[in-house]
T-cell receptor, first 115, second 114 residues
């Protein structure tokens, strides 16, 4: 499998549930990102990891907890979410320090609905 | 971070050339200009990146005037499948920039009609 993959593609969860989103990149990149895209809003950067180290947390609530065990995998752990957290969650990767940060490769996203 | 301004939407017909202009008046010396395309319910896709003058690839051309305060993405002979949102981003081309470098605006929604 090539590129950036995300699972699950769709997720419905209650406000008291705990779930995790998974992202995997097969591009040999060193940087990985989580974005949130709400309906009719621009993409919002949530977290950035470079060489497994978190380098940016864009004021994201603690009910979102990222994990990056290695440069190829990125998780977003979700707990006690609110209905307004319903959105498309996108993972991306890039070369990191060795290349242009803007040439990011995105996964297909996880459509999350919080009920 | 250089702020960008794009038209909210544009309409075109199949076979036409489409030019989308982005204004970035306070672009910095180290900033690159990058364009992404996004289809509904999908992640954005990198289209093209440039620093000055003209860049062309198999998908599009990017025209950047000498003052670099604007840029124009040119899509030759669009088809229905080019209907998407197009984002213009301006920022440092290397990792390590300040928080906020990775900001997508609202983009330009291009609608291609038959």
């Amino acid at each position: 499998e090539t590129g950036v993959t995300q699972t699950p593609r769709h997720l419905v969860m209650g406000m008291t549930n705990k779930k995790s989103l998974k992202c995997e990149q097969h591009l040999g990149h060193n940087a990985m990102y989580w974005y949130k895209q709400s309906a009719k809003k621009p993409l919002e950067l949530m977290f950035v990891y470079n060489f497994k180290e978190q380098t940016e947390n864009n004021s994201v609530p603690s009910r979102f907890s990222p994990e990056c065990p290695n440069s190829s995998h990125l998780f977003l752990h979700l707990h006690t979410l609110q209905p307004e957290d319903s959105a498309l969650y996108l993972c991306a990767s890039s070369q990191g320090t060795s290349g242009s940060v803007y040439e990011q490769y995105f996964g297909p996203g996880t459509r999350l609905t919080v009920t | 971070l250089a702020k960008t301004t794009q038209p909210i939407s544009m309409d075109s017909y199949e076979g036409q050339e489409v030019n989308i202009t982005c204004s970035h008046n306070n672009i910095a010396t180290n900033d690159y200009i990058t364009w992404y395309q996004q289809f509904p319910s999908q992640g954005p896709r990198f289209i093209i990146q440039g620093y000055k003058t003209k860049v062309t690839n198999e998908v599009a051309s990017l025209f950047i005037p000498a003052d670099r305060k604007s840029s124009t993405l040119s899509l030759p002979r669009v088809s229905l499948s080019d209907t998407a949102v197009y984002y213009c981003l301006v920022g440092e081309g290397r990792y390590g920039g300040s928080q906020g470098n990775l900001i997508f605006g609202k983009g330009t929604k291009l609608s291609v009609k038959p």
